[in-house]
């Protein structure tokens, strides 16, 4: 508990605050005195009157913490606070609309235009003219008093320099401050003058020799000449280096001119060379011709008509405010479709314009680089194919395999009978290209890739959801096929003899003619195939027929078996015949792949972008969201960015219930083998619904020509869950009977927050950290009532009761927006709320991941002011935390046992067992990096090999050289072409061994989180850039502090690194210059999130390579196309900061070679 001392002192404060605010409000109430006024006067109180109001509120809030029970009476003074602000701003404005009415009467001078000072935003070349320009009209100003000369400062100056006056109090002495804090941070005569320089030496090169081009590179010049003569540099010498270097810049005509007309005799001078320039661009001006103007009607006539042609048009849905290639709707066709609708209505395959003329565009298709829109290719990988394995082979034993003959139902109810096989070991379905063109359906553009025995490889390139039904009843079921040109030869390849065995009577068989060779139009595989057969009690007694769960063959292997099916009774097995024939094994397999956790992982090891991308969808997400987001009742509701509009949606999207049925089905299997799992999964669903979170509807309910749509959903089980260890997960991707999925016509917004990388960076400066969670961050936002239909899912608690709907009724993760949905709304919270707690606002937009806030800073005061706000924040969109952890106990005073965080927070989101995983152990102050135990149960595959990899967790390159390492093995195992079961070379692998033991030997490794940095002390960023001509090149970044007693100390910060190409090798000077590149990227990268916390006083990148560091001092237009593109790039994120260092004392070499020991 606080004193009573303390407690005294702040209500005497915030008696003394009052007393301002009551002195104001005495001056404004004699109004005598307030029209003599000057009105800067009067702005002057007003500012001192807000910073008065701010100290009340701080004095207020710290007396409450402490004393709950003081009743001090807020309302009133806040209602003195706004009237009193109303009254001077009431005042000012009647005094400026006199000032604009009234002419004055002591002058009859002409009003002149009004000079406005430009805003100073910290860049070195402005500076001078800035200041100088403030000093002559303000700073001279005899009538401003000091405290109002500093509000117009303020006014005047943004982003790094007003942070660094902004805190000044509003005091004479502080104007002074402020010119003198300004000139010493800004007034670098050196920067200053290089940056001039920087501007002749980065001046454009003219591509085009035009009036207005010259005026404008001739302008830019003398302005950079005329500011180095203003700073005292003398630049009379510099007329040979400057000739040489502008003339380079001109364009080949110009520049040749000039050469042609000027005097060889005589040194090329700058004021030569400005004379000539200026001369031609008058020439070139006086050369043009004037525009004719003419007023006859018929002109303008065309000129309507010219207007009205170009306005923009879709050409599919009619709509003005895009074009056909930007069309929603137009994507959403099948691409054959819109291969139609391009031939039916004459447009261009190319732009996909109606013109008569050849197409004025050159751009190919970004697939297969043919001339041709990719909006029209018809191999496009838009979808990801799993990869099948097709397995044939031929054999001399005579097998039969199980046919059935069944109906199809085309365009206009056309029916067709196809012959299918009914494969059990396929994991998916087929049907040919010939019977989807008789049934006049357009199938669905996706990718499968299909590879055979010796590596045959095929793709099936389309697929279609078709309704397949039975010749015998009246069942009928829907398969999505994949299409193919050809399934198998003809089956059986030869005539069988049916008098070996004997039909049982009674039998209705699904194929007549299963003996007689015929094409086979369909496959049907395991994804339908046991769903087919018949249970036990539907089985016949009689004959040679076996049961679906039974093994039967008749008279050992010389007679087939029957198997009732829902198509009827099918035949197969072993047949003896007299002659020898080639008989067809036909097996399809799909292969599971860890393309998805490769992918992740190697999305960590990128370095995160400095600029975020944008593109059309994002800006029209962005427009929904902030047309449609509402806060009321203390609850965000938003809208799904749909890509129809809700009248088409349905229309569009097609049935969905009896896919979601059918794997609800399989789900509710799984779980009642797993008692823990379905008690578990019970619970999850009905907290959903007791929470409000999603309500039970009538399936009835729905109208069947409006169908909705059901997602299907299954457990993910995280057994490291400090809290949820069984977490229920949607799929909005689930095709439809259309092949559309709900997340197909769904729109994803760009990301708000910021990226992993920046998050962790800047936690590490601060004394003090904490770190929480926001509490069912998704479920707790709500969803427009008129999208709630989109959002159902299946559920019954037992087998034995009818099919219930659940209706969702707020964000959903597993569809595409539902993750930019929920950030942007805590960036709207963000947004609304800043100025009421602007520390609060501060952490969801800079240290929020997801749902994980990570906050450090230096003053204690400040970090628990923060931890108040954010809960407050929150509260206003009925949000909450937990999992609180710190390594103060004063942060976690306030918080209850059950809110704070047992164990170590892990920002990765995917729940799964990394193979070394980065963990935030805030209690402990500490990063950890743990490694997991390999599995030695397991053979060492290709498929263990990358699988493993796949879980390495180093966002920050802490442990760079293992990384690497990993990388090595990667690309090793890639190379030798294995698949994914195969085992890779007995070299490789004992290597592998070798790494992994070393890894699972290895003790975890502990970083400190906080980087000290002492007021005054000097902050540099430095960094290396390394490479190997036989593994990788890389790049790390220190942070050096020099305190204020000399002492110099170096924290590694990050670190990224990249495997050498294998296909074409380069020289190890262009390896070299790539690992600058990255460094380049990297320090870009760093230097924009640390600026945010951290000053930066200097920075040094430093590489080894004296070639790579020549180039990148050399212009660009100089040098080879794969090196000037680089060098282009760095000399964009770099200034002149690069050095060498030599090999020895490079630290990056660890990064490049992987020492890993």
Same mark, same amino acid.
């Given at each position: ?5 303390? !407690? ?20 404004? $109430? ?106 002559? !009209? ?25 942070? !660094? ?10 104007? &002074? ?33 035009? $009036? ?57 001078? +700058? ?8 001369? =031609? ?39 003005? &405010? ?35 003329? %050849? ?11 043919? /001339? ?84 045959? %490889? ?62 086979? #139009? ?5 994804? %339908? ?93 962005? @427009? ?46 799984? !779980? ?70 709900? #997340? ?33 961050? *998704?479920? #707790? ?108 106990? &004063? ?35 500490? *990063? ?14 290709? =498929? ?17 050289? +293992? ?21 890779? @070379? ?22 400190? /989180? ?17 490479? $190997? ?40 000077? =262009? ?30 990148? *430093?590489?080894? $390579? ?42 990056? &070499? ?8």
């Amino acid at each position: 508990m606080a004193s009573e001392e303390d !407690l005294k002192a702040l209500k005497a404060s915030r008696g003394y605050t009052k007393t301002g605010i009551k002195r104001l409000q005495n001056f404004l $109430s004699n109004e005598n005195e307030v029209a003599i006024t000057p009105v800067f006067n009067l702005l002057a109180r007003k500012a001192k009157l807000e910073a008065t109001f701010l100290e009340y509120e701080r004095y207020n809030k710290q007396i409450f913490c402490l004393d709950p029970s003081d009743q001090e009476n807020v309302e009133e003074i806040e209602n003195r606070y706004f009237h009193l602000i109303t009254l001077i701003n009431e005042e000012v404005k009647k005094r400026e609309s006199k000032s604009d009415s009234v002419p004055s009467q002591s002058t009859t001078r002409t009003n002149l235009p009004t000079i406005n000072i430009s805003t100073f935003t910290g860049k070195y070349a402005d500076y001078v003219n800035f200041i100088n320009l403030f000093k002559s !009209l303000i700073h001279s100003d005899r009538s401003l008093d000091k405290i109002q000369k500093l509000h117009y400062l303020r006014s005047f100056v943004k982003d790094e320099p007003y942070e !660094l006056i902004k805190n000044l109090p509003l005091e004479c002495d502080s104007y &002074d401050e402020a010119l003198r804090l300004l000139e010493d941070r800004y007034f670098n005569k050196f920067r200053i003058i290089t940056e001039h320089v920087n501007e002749l030496l980065d001046l454009g090169a003219m591509a085009k020799s035009t $009036s207005c081009s010259i005026r404008e590179f001739v302008s830019k010049v003398k302005q950079s000449l005329s500011s180095l003569k203003n700073l005292g540099v003398s630049i009379e010498g510099w007329d040979p280096i400057l000739v040489c270097l502008l003339t380079r810049k001109l364009d080949a005509y110009t520049r040749r001119t000039y050469q042609l007309e000027r005097d060889h005799r005589k040194e090329p001078g +700058i004021v030569e060379l400005m004379e000539f320039l200026e001369s =031609r661009a008058l020439a070139l001006e006086n050369s043009q011709p004037q525009p004719f103007k003419e007023s006859k009607p018929s002109w303008k006539a065309a000129m309507h008509l010219a207007t009205s042609k170009s306005e923009t048009s879709c050409l599919y849905c009619k709509l003005k &405010d895009h074009k056909i290639f930007m069309c929603q709707r137009f994507k959403l066709l099948p691409v054959m479709d819109r291969i139609s609708f391009v031939k039916e209505n004459n447009l261009c395959k190319v732009c996909l314009n109606s013109h008569k003329n %050849k197409c004025k565009y050159f751009f190919k298709c970004g697939d297969c680089k043919q /001339r041709h829109n990719t909006l029209l290719h018809t191999n496009s990988q838009t979808e990801k194919g799993g990869p099948v394995t097709l397995l044939s082979g031929n054999n001399t034993n005579n097998v039969l395999l199980p046919t059935a003959k069944v109906k199809l139902l085309g365009k206009n109810g056309k029916e067709v009978h196809c012959r299918a096989i009914l494969d059990s070991g396929s994991q998916i379905s087929l049907v040919t290209s010939k019977v989807v063109d008789v049934l006049g359906l357009t199938p669905i553009q996706t990718n499968t890739h299909i590879v055979g025995i010796a590596n045959m %490889k095929n793709h099936a390139k389309y697929s279609i959801p078709l309704e397949v039904h039975s010749l015998n009843s009246p069942f009928s079921t829907s398969i999505n096929f994949h299409v193919v040109d050809k399934i198998t030869c003809n089956l059986p390849q030869a005539k069988l003899d049916l008098t070996s065995f004997k039909i049982p009577p009674n039998v209705e068989l699904a194929d007549n003619d299963f003996y007689m060779p015929g094409a086979i #139009n369909m496959l049907i595989g395991a994804d %339908k195939f046991f769903q087919l057969l018949l249970p036990a009690d539907a089985q016949p007694q009689t004959g040679q027929t076996v049961q679906a769960n039974q093994e039967h063959v008749a008279n050992q292997a010389t007679s087939p078996i029957f198997i009732n099916t829902l198509f009827g009774t099918v035949v197969a097995g072993t047949l003896l015949q007299n002659v020898s024939e080639v008989v067809t094994l036909f097996c399809t397999k799909c292969e599971s792949d860890i393309s998805q956790s490769l992918s992740s992982f190697l999305d960590i090891e990128k370095v995160p972008q400095y600029l975020s991308e944008k593109s059309s969808e994002f800006d029209i997400a962005e @427009s929904i969201f902030q047309s449609t987001v509402k806060l009321e009742n203390n609850k965000f509701t938003v809208d799904l960015p749909l890509k129809l509009p809700p009248t088409e949606i349905n229309e569009n999207l097609g049935d969905s219930f009896d896919l979601a049925f059918y794997r609800f089905l399989n789900l509710e299997k799984r !779980l009642h083998k797993n008692i823990n799992l379905l008690t578990e999964y019970q619970n999850f669903i009905d907290e959903y619904v007791e929470m409000g979170h999603g309500h039970y509807v009538d399936i009835s309910s729905y109208s069947k020509n409006e169908p909705p749509y059901y997602m299907p959903h299954h457990a993910v089980v995280n057994e490291n869950s400090t809290t949820t260890r069984t977490r229920v997960v949607f799929d909005g991707s689930m095709k439809t009977k259309k092949g559309i999925s709900l #997340n197909d016509i769904i729109m994803n917004g760009p990301v708000v927050q910021r990226d992993l990388f920046d998050i962790i960076l800047l936690y590490r400066f601060g004394e003090y950290a904490f770190t929480t969670d926001i509490k069912r961050m *998704f479920r #707790n936002i709500l969803l427009n009532p008129e999208h709630t239909s989109l959002q159902n899912i299946l559920w019954r608690n037992s087998p034995d009761k009818p099919i219930e709907c659940i209706r969702l009724d707020t964000v959903t993760y597993g569809l595409k927006s539902s993750s930019y949905l929920a950030t942007r709304c805590l960036y709207e919270l963000a947004n609304r709320y800043e100025g009421q707690w602007p520390l609060a606002s501060f952490i969801l937009k800079n240290c929020t991941y997801v749902d994980d806030v990570c906050y450090a800073d230096a003053n204690l005061n400040i970090l628990l002011e923060a931890r108040d706000q954010l809960g407050e924040l929150l509260r206003v969109a009925s949000l909450e935390t937990h999992k609180w952890s710190s390594n103060s106990s &004063d942060v976690l005073k306030a918080i209850p046992s059950s809110k704070q965080l047992l164990g170590n927070l892990d920002l990765q989101k995917d729940y799964s067992v990394k193979t070394l995983g980065l963990t935030i152990d805030a209690k402990q102050d500490r *990063f950890t990096l743990q490694c997991l135990k390999p599995c030695h149960d397991k053979p060492i595959t290709k =498929r263990e090999i990358l699988s493993y990899i796949s879980k390495i967790y180093d966002p920050l390159g802490f442990v760079s050289p +293992i990384v690497v390492k990993a990388k090595e093995f990667m690309k090793r195992v890639w190379c030798q072409k294995l698949n994914w079961n195969d085992t890779p @070379s007995e070299r490789l692998t004992s290597e592998w061994s070798q790494f992994t033991n070393s890894l699972a030997a290895m003790q975890p490794i502990h970083i400190n /989180r906080n980087i000290p940095i002492p007021y005054s002390a000097t902050v540099q960023l430095i960094g290396f850039a390394d490479a $190997s001509s036989t593994t990788a090149y890389g790049c790390c970044v220190y942070l050096r502090v020099v305190q204020p007693t000399g002492e110099a100390i170096l924290y590694l910060l990050c670190s990224k690194s990249r495997i050498n190409p294998s296909a074409k090798p380069l020289t190890i000077p =262009r390896l070299e210059l790539n690992a600058c590149l990255l460094l380049s990227n990297l320090i870009a990268k760093v230097y924009e999130t640390l600026s945010i916390k951290v000053k930066i006083n200097s920075t040094y990148l *430093f590489s080894d $390579s004296k070639i790579a560091l020549a180039w990148i001092n050399t212009e660009p237009t100089r040098l080879q196309a794969y090196v000037a593109n680089r060098v282009k790039v760095v000399q964009q994120l770099t200034t002149r900061c690069w050095l060498y260092v030599q090999t020895n004392n490079n630290p990056a &070499d660890l990064v490049s070679t992987a020492h890993h020991s």
